[in-house]
T-cell receptor, first 114, second 115 residues
C-alpha cells in the first residue's frame, strides 16, 4: 500500500506479557517515528530512527520499551512485562527525511493490557 | 504545566460557522508550528505547517502564529460536517536535536460540525 501500515491494529494482552508492534513505513522514507497516544491526549514522542539507527530514544518511558529497525525499513516496537499503564494507541509515522516536514501517520496499534 | 496547552472541547458549531481553535505554549524555542487533523480511530494527518510568526492560508483554513504571545490559532471558514474531527496542534524547535519531526502535541480539540 501507499501509506504507513501498522500491525496488529488491536492487541489485547495480560499484564506481564511481551508484545511486539510492527510498522511498515512509506517506501523511500528514511525517517521513522513512534508515538504513543493515551485516551484524550495528544501523541507523545517515543523514539525516532534515521535509517537503521535510533537517532533519539529520549521518549521511551523505561527500559521495558525497545525498538529496532534492522534494515532501515520495517520497525518493531517491543514492550516487555507489560503493565496496565501501557494501554494506549501506538502510532508509527514516517517522513522523507529527518528534517522538519510532513509526518505521515499510520492508523495505530491499539494496545490493551488487562 | 504542560509545554503545550489546548482546550479539549468538545466544540459544537452549526454548518457554515467560522471555527477558531487555539493553543498556547511555554517554550520560546519552538519555531515550527503545525495543525494535524485526526478522525476517530485514524492516525493524524497534516493540515497546516508554518514557520515562526505570521499567517498562512490554504483554502478554508488559516493558521496564525503569534510568537510574542506564544499563541497559535487555526481558523476554519464555512465549516462542514466533514470537518468533524479532533484537531491537534504540534510544535518543534531547534532545541530538540535540530528541527526534526520530534513534535510536542497539544491534547487536541474535538470539533463537531452540526448539519
Amino acid at each position: 500500500g501507499a501509506g504507513v501500515s501498522q500491525t496488529p491494529s488491536n492487541k489485547v494482552t495480560e499484564k506481564g506479557k511481551y508484545v511486539e508492534l510492527r510498522c511498515d513505513p512509506i517506501s523511500g522514507h528514511t525517517a521513522l517515528y513512534w508515538y504513543r497516544q493515551s485516551l484524550g491526549q495528544g501523541p507523545e514522542f517515543l523514539i525516532y530512527f534515521q535509517g537503521t539507527g535510533a537517532a533519539d530514544d529520549s521518549g521511551l518511558p523505561n527500559d521495558r520499551f525497545f525498538a529496532v529497525r534492522p534494515e532501515g525499513s520495517v520497525s518493531t516496537l517491543k514492550i516487555q512485562r507489560t503493565e496496565r499503564g501501557d494501554s494506549a494507541v501506538y502510532l508509527c509515522a514516517s517522513s522523507l527525511t529527518s528534517e522538519i516536514g510532513e509526518l505521515f501517520f499510520g492508523e495505530g496499534s491499539r494496545l490493551t493490557v488487562l | 504545566q504542560k509545554e503545550v496547552e489546548q482546550d479539549p472541547g468538545p466544540l459544537s458549531v452549526p454548518e457554515g460557522a467560522i471555527v477558531s481553535l487555539n493553543c498556547t505554549y511555554s517554550n520560546s524555542a519552538f519555531q515550527y508550528f503545525m495543525w494535524y487533523r485526526q478522525y476517530s480511530r485514524k492516525g493524524p494527518e497534516l493540515l497546516m505547517y508554518t514557520y515562526s510568526s505570521g499567517n498562512k492560508e490554504d483554502g478554508r483554513f488559516t493558521a496564525q502564529v503569534d510568537k510574542s504571545s506564544k499563541y497559535i490559532s487555526l481558523f476554519i471558514r464555512d465549516s462542514q460536517p466533514s470537518d468533524s474531527a479532533t484537531y491537534l496542534c504540534a510544535m518543534s524547535g531547534w532545541d530538540y536535536g535540530g528541527a526534526t519531526n520530534k513534535l510536542i502535541f497539544g491534547t487536541g480539540t474535538l470539533l463537531a460540525v452540526q448539519p
